[in-house]
C-alpha cells in the first residue's frame, strides 16, 4: 500500500482525472456577477472561513465514520444540510461521483464503506478514500483546505490576464488561512461537529453561474 502522504499528493495532483480543472470554486461566477480580480485574495480567505470549512470538516468526519464502523450517510446528510445552495451541493455530487468512480476502478475496496450513500459528495467520498490509506485527520484537511486554493487560483489563471507569479503569491498567502481550516476540523469526529458556516454571497453567485449557458467551468 502507497504511503499515506504520497497518497495526499496523488489526491491533491491537478492532473487527477477528477481534479479542480473542472471546477472554479465558484470563482467564475464572482467574477462574472462584479468581483474585482484584484478581490481574488479576499475571495480565497472568505471560502476558507466558509464552504472549504464545511468540506475539509465532512472529509474528517467521514473518515472517523470509516475508521470507528459508524455510517458514512449521516455524515453525508449533516454536509448536504450545511451546504444551503443547491448548485454547490450539485457540483459536490458531481465530483463525488467522478472520484468515486476513479476509486472504484484503482483501489475497489476503499469505496466499501459508500454503499448505503446515495450520490455522495465529494469531501464524503475523499474522507472514506482516505480511512483506507490511513491518511490522518489533520493531513485529510489540509489537503481539502489546500486544493480548493489551488482551484481557485488555476481557474483565475484561465479567466482573467494575470501574472502567474502574481497568483502563486495569492496561494502562498492563503496558506495561513489553510492552517486555520486544519485547525479548526482536525478534531471533528461525529457529524454534529462538522462547521455550519455560510456564504451567501458565494451561494448566490453559484446559483447565478448554474443558471447560464456561456461558462468555461461546471462551477
Given at each position: 500500500?502507497?504511503?499515506?502522504?504520497?497518497?495526499?499528493l496523488?489526491?491533491?495532483?491537478?492532473?487527477?482525472?477528477?481534479?479542480?480543472?473542472?471546477q472554479?470554486?465558484?470563482?467564475?461566477?464572482?467574477?462574472a456577477?462584479g468581483?474585482?480580480p484584484?478581490?481574488?485574495?479576499?475571495?480565497?480567505?472568505?471560502?476558507?472561513?466558509?464552504?472549504?470549512r464545511?468540506e475539509?470538516?465532512?472529509?474528517?468526519?467521514?473518515r472517523?465514520?470509516?475508521?470507528?464502523?459508524?455510517?458514512?450517510?449521516?455524515?453525508?446528510?449533516?454536509?448536504?444540510?450545511?451546504?444551503?445552495?443547491?448548485?454547490?451541493?450539485d457540483?459536490a455530487?458531481?465530483?463525488?461521483?467522478?472520484?468515486?468512480?476513479?476509486?472504484?476502478?484503482?483501489?475497489?475496496?476503499?469505496?466499501?464503506?459508500?454503499?448505503?450513500?446515495?450520490?455522495?459528495g465529494?469531501?464524503?467520498?475523499?474522507?472514506?478514500?482516505a480511512a483506507?490509506?490511513?491518511?490522518?485527520?489533520?493531513?485529510?484537511?489540509?489537503?481539502?483546505?489546500y486544493d480548493?486554493?489551488?482551484?481557485?487560483?488555476?481557474a483565475?489563471?484561465?479567466?482573467v490576464?494575470?501574472?502567474p507569479v502574481?497568483?502563486?503569491?495569492?496561494?502562498?498567502?492563503a496558506?495561513a488561512?489553510?492552517?486555520?481550516?486544519?485547525?479548526?476540523?482536525?478534531?471533528v469526529?461525529?457529524?454534529?461537529?462538522?462547521?455550519?458556516?455560510?456564504?451567501?454571497?458565494?451561494?448566490?453567485?453559484?446559483?447565478?453561474?448554474?443558471?447560464?449557458?456561456?461558462?468555461?467551468?461546471?462551477?
Open positions: 500500500m502507497p504511503h499515506s502522504e504520497l497518497m495526499m496523488l489526491l491533491a495532483d491537478a492532473r487527477l482525472p477528477v481534479a479542480g480543472h473542472t472554479s470554486g465558484t470563482l467564475e461566477g464572482a467574477l456577477n468581483l474585482d484584484a478581490d481574488v485574495p479576499a475571495y480565497l480567505r472568505t471560502r476558507l472561513l466558509g464552504v472549504t464545511v475539509a470538516g465532512t472529509a474528517v468526519a467521514a472517523h465514520a470509516v475508521v470507528t464502523g459508524s455510517e458514512v450517510v449521516a455524515v453525508d446528510r449533516a454536509w448536504a444540510v450545511r451546504t444551503v445552495s443547491p448548485a454547490l451541493r457540483a455530487r458531481m465530483q463525488g461521483q467522478a472520484l468515486l468512480r476513479l476509486a472504484n476502478r484503482v483501489w475497489p475496496a476503499s469505496t466499501n464503506p459508500l454503499g448505503e450513500v446515495p450520490r455522495p465529494r469531501s464524503t467520498v475523499l474522507g472514506t478514500v483506507h490509506f490511513d491518511l490522518g485527520a489533520a493531513s485529510l484537511a489540509r489537503l481539502v483546505a480548493d486554493v489551488q482551484t481557485v487560483c488555476a483565475a489563471l484561465k479567466l490576464p494575470l501574472d502574481v497568483v502563486t503569491g495569492w496561494v502562498h498567502d496558506l488561512g489553510v492552517d486555520e481550516v486544519v485547525a479548526a476540523v482536525a478534531d469526529r461525529e457529524p454534529e461537529e462538522i462547521p455550519a458556516v455560510s456564504s451567501p454571497q458565494i451561494e448566490a453567485w453559484a446559483q447565478a453561474h448554474a443558471g447560464t449557458s456561456r461558462r468555461l467551468f461546471r462551477a
